[in-house]
């Protein structure tokens, strides 16, 4: 273990506090998982805890391994117009191919591996689609830039293709991708949170060509979410309507569609600023199932308040922060669109993971990230920091060999 965190920490030109954000995140994670766990001992068996911890351990450690793997060997000339779909069809395929395993409450989101451990391809996907239109919102359209000096007509010509590749294309894309998640997995979290990324992607682009269809498509959105408000009814179905009118109300149904957000309010106004003390949740004991999962944040605040709540908190925003700095300061717009996409996808996970258990908004059964029990949302974060420290880790060498 030494010798790993060693490794991590060796690299030159890395980013040595998001690793160390990444560390503690995860080591609390585990830390807390264990605890969340223990309320269901008696329902799971005397060692549930025990093995919730070894396999979160496991997931963490492997994804030290990819992470340090993709920090030391990533290339963002990796990223191009083939590497691009054939990654995005890979995922597709798999988010898809889920749909041949048992569904968990109507969803069919994971792949199961008999009873060892479950994989959902929507974790991953998320990733993808940061590598995806870093490169469509980015780095094509920039060999796609239309020289002056040509006759109107073969000018026209060129600009409809371009339109083609740099718009059609990649919006069919996450059409594509958010129909799969939300109508053909019926897992409405991810689909949003996937919608919600490739929409910022687009909108912080910093190529000028997509100025005018950043107005358009604001305009556009603005009319879609008015229309989903009034035919919510229609759109939506029974169980996510459920979670509307749960989170506008949670006390009109407490025993049942509100059991769980009560609860976890229970928690929170339990915490206070130190909480019960380390183990001494109330709520873990049946009265919050799952609690090791997505609501984990309600457990750490009912057990350690406010200042245990900080613990994550604060490295969590020292990350988000991180992307976006080097972000700002790197040139090239294929690895500025990576780092602030990955920026993007924690600020994400955090706060709807944070306002839906919090009841500030619905409730969508999305994890925290490097927090919550899971190997495929474990995974995908780290990759996502590994990447990010590439890229990190080359504009701060080459900004040393500049100033020598």
């Known amino acids: 273990m030494i010798d790993l965190l060693k490794r991590i920490f060796?690299?030159?030109?890395?980013?040595?506090?998001v690793y160390a954000c990444v560390i503690i995140l995860t080591?609390?994670?585990?830390?807390?998982?264990?605890?969340?766990?223990?309320?269901?001992t008696a329902t799971e068996g005397a060692a549930y805890a025990t093995i919730n911890m070894i396999k979160q351990a496991v997931y963490v450690l492997t994804g030290y391994g990819f992470m340090i793997f993709l920090t030391r060997c990533f290339k963002k000339s990796w990223i191009d117009g083939s590497s691009t779909w054939i990654i995005y069809g890979i995922g597709l395929a798999f988010?898809?191919?889920c749909l041949a395993f048992k569904g968990v409450k109507g969803s069919h989101a994971w792949i199961r591996f008999g009873s060892l451990f479950t994989l959902q391809p929507a974790e991953f996907m998320k990733v993808i689609m940061i590598l995806f239109l870093s490169y469509h919102f980015g780095e094509l359209e920039e060999l796609c830039e239309i020289p002056r000096n040509l006759?109107?007509?073969?000018?026209e010509r060129l600009q409809q293709?371009?339109?083609?590749?740099?718009?059609v294309r990649p919006v069919i894309a996450i059409i594509c991708v958010f129909i799969v998640g939300g109508f053909v997995q019926k897992d409405l979290g991810s689909a949003l949170i996937l919608a919600f990324l490739c929409m910022m992607m687009f909108f912080i682009t910093p190529r000028p060509y997509y100025k005018r269809f950043k107005t358009l498509t604001l305009i556009l959105l603005v009319?879609?979410?008015?229309?989903?408000?009034?035919?919510a009814t229609v759109i939506l179905k029974p169980h996510q309507l459920g979670r509307?009118?749960?989170?506008?109300?949670?006390l009109n149904d407490p025993i049942n569609s509100g059991w769980q957000l009560v609860n976890a309010l229970i928690a929170f106004s339990s915490g206070g600023l130190l909480g019960r003390g380390f183990g001494a949740s109330r709520q873990k004991y049946g009265y919050i199932p799952e609690s090791h999962n997505d609501f984990i944040v309600s457990i750490i605040y009912e057990e350690l308040g406010m200042v245990g709540f900080l613990v994550f908190l604060i490295p969590y925003c020292i990350i988000i922060y991180k992307m976006f700095y080097y972000g700002l300061r790197i040139k090239n717009t294929k690895s500025k669109l990576i780092l602030y996409g990955v920026g993007i996808y924690f600020f994400t996970h955090l706060i709807i993971n944070v306002g839906g258990v919090s009841g500030l908004i619905p409730m969508t059964g999305v994890p925290l990230l490097l927090i919550s029990s899971g190997g495929s949302s474990t995974w995908a974060a780290m990759i996502a920091i590994g990447i990010a420290q590439s890229i990190i880790s080359k504009y701060n060498r080459d900004s040393l060999k500049e100033q020598i």
């Open 27 to 40: 080591i609390y994670g585990i830390v807390m998982i264990g605890s969340a766990s223990v309320g269901q």
């Open 10 to 17: 060796r690299r030159k030109g890395v980013d040595k506090t």
């Open 223 to 231: 009319i879609g979410v008015v229309v989903v408000i009034f035919s």
């Open 95 to 97: 988010m898809i191919f």
């Open 161 to 167: 293709k371009k339109f083609i590749y740099c718009i």
């Open 151 to 155: 006759s109107r007509k073969y000018k």
């Open 244 to 250: 509307i009118y749960t989170w506008l109300n949670p």
